[in-house]
C-alpha cells in the first residue's frame, strides 16, 4: 500500500493565487463584456529587453551546429553567467561572492520553496505576516510547520507581524527561532528595511547560531540610498545568509525562468552531534541531485542584461513599472485610501475602506471596478484589513484603473 506525505493533505487546498483565478474566471464567464484590469498576481506585461532576446537567438542558432551544440550544462550555472553576477551584482557594491557560491536556477520561488531539504524538520521557522505563501507551504510540506490553526496560521512556525503599527518592521522574536525568512523589498507589502534595522537581524542570526533565508527579489526598485539592495552589505551577514535573486521582475524573465542563489562558504549549519557543516556542500549536492541546470539559451539571455545595452534596457524596464507604482499610490490617495510601498517596489499595499475585509474589498473592486488586485487575508493574518496592488500592468491600463477608482 503506497503511503502519502500527510503533510499535502494539512495545507489549504488552493493556493492564494489559484483562488483569485478562479473567483476571477467565475465573474468572467457571468460577465463576458467587462473589461478587466489585472493587477493582483506580480506578472510582468512588457517584453523581454532586446538584447537579451537577440542572445537567446544567436544561442539557439548554435545548437544548430554541432561545433557549438551544448547539451548537458553545470548544474550550478554556466561560468560566464555566474561571472556576469558576482561582476555586476556584487563587485560593484564591494561585495566578494566567488563564483562556486552562486547557483543558477530555474526561479527564486523555486529555491525558496526547495532551500528546506538542506534543514533538519526540527527547526523553528519564523516568517514576517503578511508573507509570500511559498514560504510557509513549503515548510508544511516539509513537516516544519506544525499543524494547522482555525485562524490559519500553523502551530509551529513563528509570525512576525508587519502592521501599520510598527511601521511594518518585524520585531525580534520572543523565542529562539532557527530559520528565519525575510524578503525586502517585501512581497505583499512593498516595504524595504534599512541598513541599521536589517543589521539587527543579522546580529540576533550571530548571536543565535540561525540562519537568514533573504529574498531579494525585488532589488531592482530600490531607490533610496539607506536600504540594503543585498544583505551582504551588513558585516558578517555571509556567515548566517543564503540570498535569492531573480530575472523575473528585473527583465521580465518570468516565463523565460532564470535566477540564482548564493551560498557563502562561510555559513555553517549543525548536525545532530554539534558538528559544523558546510551548508554550500549540501546545496551543491541537493541542487546537482535534483536539478539538471538552468538552460544554455536561456542564461545567454540572462548574460545579456549585463551588457551595456541590457543594462540600458533593464533600468528602463524597471523606471516603467516604477512610474506605474507612483500612479497607482497618488491614486489610491486621490481615491481616500491609505498607502505604503511602491517607492522601493512593484507592490503598493492599501488599508482597505472601513468595515471591509480585504476579501470583500477584493470582491467589490473586483464587480464594481472590474479589478483584479489581491487580498492582504491571503497573506496571514496581520494582512487582514489590506489590499496588494501590482505596479506590473501597462501604462494604460494603470491609469484606467485609477480613474475607475476616483
Known sequence: ??????????????????????????????????????????????????????????????????????????????????????????????????????????????DTGNIGDIFSTRNKVAVTDPVYPVYVDTNAMGGRAGQPEASGSWSNIVYLP????????????KERVDLIYLCYPN??????????????WVDYARENKAVILFDAAYEAFITEENVPHSIYEI?????????????SKTAGFTGTRCAYTIVPKQLMAYSEDGEQVMLNKLWNRRHTTKFNGTSYVVQRAAEATYSEAGK???TELIAYYKENARIIREGLEKAGLTVFGGINAPYVWAKTPAGMSSWEYFDYLLKEKNIVTTPGAGFGASGEGYIRFSAFGSRENTLEAMRRLE
Do not use: W
Open 312 to 314: 540600458k534596457q533593464v
Open 1 to 110: 500500500m503506497a503511503l502519502i506525505n500527510e503533510h499535502f493533505i494539512r495545507i489549504p487546498a488552493t493556493y492564494l493565487f489559484s483562488e483569485i483565478a478562479r473567483r476571477v474566471a467565475g465573474y468572467q464567464e457571468s460577465n463576458p463584456e467587462a473589461g478587466i484590469i489585472r493587477m493582483g498576481i506580480g506578472d510582468v506585461t512588457l517584453p523581454l529587453p532586446d538584447a537579451s532576446v537577440d542572445a537567446m537567438i544567436k544561442a539557439a542558432e548554435e545548437q544548430r551546429n554541432q561545433a557549438t551544440f551544448r547539451g548537458y550544462g553545470p548544474e550550478q550555472g554556466y561560468a560566464f553567467l555566474r561571472e556576469a553576477i558576482k561582476t555586476n551584482d556584487y563587485a560593484t557594491r564591494n561585495i566578494d561572492i566567488e563564483t562556486d557560491e552562486i547557483f543558477v536556477s530555474d526561479g527564486a520561488k523555486s
Open 162 to 173: 508587519c502592521k501599520e503599527e510598527n511601521n511594518f518592521v518585524p520585531e525580534l522574536p
Open 235 to 247: 558585516p558578517g551577514a555571509k556567515e548566517v545568509a543564503i540570498e535569492f535573486r531573480s530575472f
Open 187 to 200: 512581497n505583499p507589502t512593498g516595504t524595504t528595511l534599512t541598513r541599521e534595522q536589517l543589521a539587527v
